[in-house]
């Protein structure tokens, strides 16, 4: 079984703070997802990354590859009261006896304060 | 319109009874999945199926079954519904061929199905 461990699972700050978080395994992905999701909604995609070592910007969020393809991290500069929400990171496989299937960490709950 | 459409979005019902959730998509895919999310739990694997005649159980499939009509319609139903499968359910679509820049395993939701069972 693959676990993905997400940390911190609640995280408040102010508006304008930097936060960090971390999503590690102990298993070898083939890519990794980040979604974000809202109250009420599905997870929606951010970004894929699929390169050890690889750095994706997406406005102020920074999404980082480990160079093992083991973990990640989502760096997000000045948080505004719209970053609030629900991430997810999400660990896939293109082959083996867990293709197709992606495995989920437990979320972080991140509320940003005005 | 949702290119992931779930339907009920949200339905409460008594223990015993049978329930299905239905997932409709317009995105063309290959692969449908059902999660189940539970606070502090993540999303959890009940079902998926790559294509219309493969179906095949995720982590936490007792208690659940599931028909794939066609490529487009997935649903998951529970033949005697019990109160700790109360939770919030989602389908999801995935395309299966691998494009540039490596974006396999993307996944796609449906806005979810809450169920409560009392």
């Known amino acids: 079984t693959q676990l993905l461990e997400q940390s911190p699972q609640f995280l408040s700050i102010q508006e304008g703070e930097n936060l960090t978080v971390y999503c590690n395994s102990s298993s070898v992905f083939s890519s990794l997802q980040w979604y974000r999701q809202e109250p009420g909604e599905g997870p929606v995609l951010l970004v894929t990354?699929?390169?050890?070592?690889e750095v994706k910007k997406l406005k102020r969020l920074t999404f980082q590859f480990g160079d093992a393809r083991k973990d990640s991290s989502l760096h997000i500069t000045a948080a505004q009261p719209g970053d609030t929400g629900l991430y997810l990171c999400?660990?896939?496989?293109?082959?083996?006896?867990?293709?197709?299937?992606?495995?989920f960490g437990d979320g972080t709950t991140l509320t940003v304060k005005p | 319109d949702a290119d992931v459409t779930q339907t009920p979005r949200n339905r409460i019902t008594k223990t015993g009874k049978r329930i299905m959730l239905e997932c409709s998509q317009t995105?063309?895919?290959?692969?449908m999945y059902w999660y189940r999310q539970d606070p502090g739990l993540g999303l959890r694997l009940i079902y998926y199926s790559f294509d219309v005649k493969d179906i095949n159980k995720g982590e936490i499939s007792d208690g659940y079954s599931v028909s794939r009509q066609a490529q487009a319609k997935f649903s998951l139903s529970l033949e005697s519904a019990i109160p700790n499968q109360t939770a919030l359910y989602f389908c999801?679509?995935?395309?299966?061929?691998?494009?540039?820049?490596?974006?396999?395993?993307?996944?796609?939701f449906g806005e979810g199905s809450r169920l409560t069972v009392l």
């Open positions: 990354v699929v390169t050890g070592g």
């Open positions: 999400a660990g896939s496989q293109f082959g083996g006896t867990n293709a197709g299937k992606s495995t």
């Open positions: 995105k063309g895919h290959d692969r």
């Open positions: 999801a679509t995935s395309d299966r061929r691998v494009l540039a820049g490596g974006n396999t395993g993307e996944l796609f």
